[in-house]
């Protein structure tokens, strides 16, 4: 098993992984080996997982509310 290509679960940057969803949806509506509705179809996942993403950043970068 190759451990350098293995997630690391306390290294995932929300923000970067949604920037990488946004271009992955960007890509999907160009290959060529898909028909129209699936490569929409896919685009529209990315999007939506980057999104997801996005907001996990910005709740990151949010300082916690504390109830003292």
């Keep these: 098993m190759d451990l350098r ?21 960007e890509n999907a509506l160009a290959d060529p080996f898909f028909s129209a509705k699936v490569r929409q179809d896919r685009h529209d996942h990315y ?5 997801r993403l996005e907001r996990l950043a910005a709740m990151a970068e949010k300082p916690a509310a504390t109830t003292a």
């Design 5 to 25: 290509n293995q997630l690391d679960i306390f290294d995932h940057d929300p923000a970067r992984l949604a920037k990488a969803n946004r271009v992955a949806a």
């Design 47 to 51: 999007i939506a997982e980057a999104v």
